[in-house]
């Protein structure tokens, strides 16, 4: 399968690199001979040094030849324009970066039909999706649906007054329907075993039927906590824009704060009744306490400037923040954060990049959520019929140790399977998975021998 990314930017290198590290043939387009060099000095993919929205461009056989062109520059322009082109040339499917919010609103259907776009990609409406998600849920570090919601994957941190801690996990009393998948300890993923244990500041991955989920983040909300009302966002950023709004439909009171005075107004001109934006610096500590910082329930940073949110955070947090919320560009300080005391950090580029492993693995995978920086994948996947894995017991499959079934959905029932589960053509399974076990392990399930378009 070859690949085509038009904007070697730092959305379009994280793209490449997930790629190439699944042995996709990856190409990647610039006009910026500048931006193509990371790519070069880093990343196992051809370059091309030439404007990936001009037609001679398209007609070069090593992007002609394409499965799939990804055009993910600054310009939304741009990026239709390529995907036209694109779809000219011969290559059968295209994804665009569209950061304009109204033609992912209106727009979208006659984008998809007249410009023949079969993806496209807001990053910064994807991150703002997110993090609403996770505000909505009790003490969640990240919340993911699967299965059309059917089953729901959820992050939360384990401390040393938790009532799960230190108790092998085959004799934990957890809610029926729900399965500990995942440990992310010391900066490694880890698929554990029955004799396995929690640890303070391990960072558990659950999954299960939604209900069943609600029940189990409750165990992790402190006493005396309230539901969300108050929340405390640092730079009107276009995810800010985007998260306000749905924050606001929601009844929480909002007061966002951007020292840019357009900026600024333009935030103001979408609040509600009950939120306000001020016009100050999210760094001024006077301003933080006067804007009454401690008695926010979460205060979420989303400026351009990732040590700029990091220190917005931390200084919230000694001010009395109950919760921090942090957006990276960065994806490799986001561990760094996290280590010093950031309850949530999220990353729009990695979110963004789980969309299109999803469309590019196509052959059965309908759903990708990354975890941990890439050390871990969560991954949906339709049984197709022929599979190895098709009408085996799962304990006679032999799955590698990488990866794990937690859950599947049958005739639109949600289930947690066991060895003695036996999945069939057209269940929908959910896939936990380590660095660089999906390309080999999802095939099982999709008769295919790798991914393919």
Not at 148 to 153: F, S
């Amino acid at each position: 399968m070859r690949v085509v990314i038009v904007g070697a930017g730092k959305l379009g290198y994280t793209i490449a690199e997930l790629l190439s590290n699944e042995q996709v043939e990856v190409v990647v387009v610039d006009h910026d001979e500048n931006q193509l060099i990371a790519v070069k000095e880093n990343l196992d993919v051809m370059t091309i040094n030439k404007s990936g929205s001009n037609p001679i461009t398209l007609s070069d056989p090593d992007i002609s030849g394409a499965d799939i062109l990804i055009a993910v520059t600054a310009t939304d322009e741009v990026n239709m324009v390529a995907c036209v082109l694109a779809k000219k040339h011969g290559i059968k499917h295209t994804i665009a970066r569209i950061r304009d919010m109204q033609f992912m609103g209106e727009a979208r259907d006659y984008l998809k039909k007249n410009f023949g776009i079969d993806l496209l990609l807001n990053p910064e409406l994807i991150a703002a999706n997110e993090i609403y998600r996770i505000l909505m849920t009790p003490a969640a570090l990240n919340v993911d649906d699967f299965a059309g919601g059917k089953v729901r994957l959820y992050e939360a941190k384990i401390d040393k007054t938790s009532r799960w801690i230190n108790i092998p996990l085959k004799n934990l009393k957890l809610p029926a329907g729900v399965l500990a998948g995942l440990i992310h300890r010391d900066h490694r993923m880890i698929i554990p075993h029955g004799d396995d244990f929690f640890q303070n500041k391990d960072s558990a991955y659950f999954i299960g039927f939604p209900d069943a989920i609600k029940e189990l983040s409750e165990s992790f909300i402190p006493q005396n906590s309230r539901p969300l009302e108050r929340v405390l966002v640092v730079g009107a950023s276009r995810i800010a824009r985007a998260l306000v709004v749905q924050l606001n439909a929601a009844g929480v009171s909002i007061k966002v704060i951007e020292k840019d005075r357009k900026r600024c107004e333009e935030m103001a001109a979408i609040l509600q009744s009950g939120s306000i934006a001020i016009h100050g610096d999210g760094t001024d500590v006077d301003l933080l306490a006067e804007e009454g910082i401690a008695s926010a329930d979460v205060i979420v940073c989303l400026t351009d400037d990732d040590w700029l949110n990091l220190m917005m955070a931390l200084l919230a947090k000694h001010m009395g923040a109950k919760k921090t919320v942090v957006r990276v560009y960065r994806t490799e300080y986001a561990e760094l954060i996290e280590r010093v005391g950031i309850d949530v950090v999220i990353s729009a580029r990695l979110l963004s990049a789980s969309e299109v492993l999803a469309f590019v693995r196509r052959g059965g995978v309908t759903r990708v959520s990354i975890l941990e920086g890439a050390k871990a994948e969560a991954v949906e996947v339709v049984v197709q019929k022929g599979a190895r894995a098709e009408g085996k017991k799962l304990m006679d499959v032999k799955l590698p140790k990488s990866c794990l079934v937690c859950a599947y959905v049958r005739k639109n029932k949600a289930a947690i399977p066991n060895g003695n589960t036996i999945l069939l053509a057209g269940d929908k399974i959910i896939l936990f998975c380590l660095r660089g076990a999906a390309p080999e392990v999802v095939p099982w399930f999709t008769n295919e021998q790798r991914f393919v378009v």
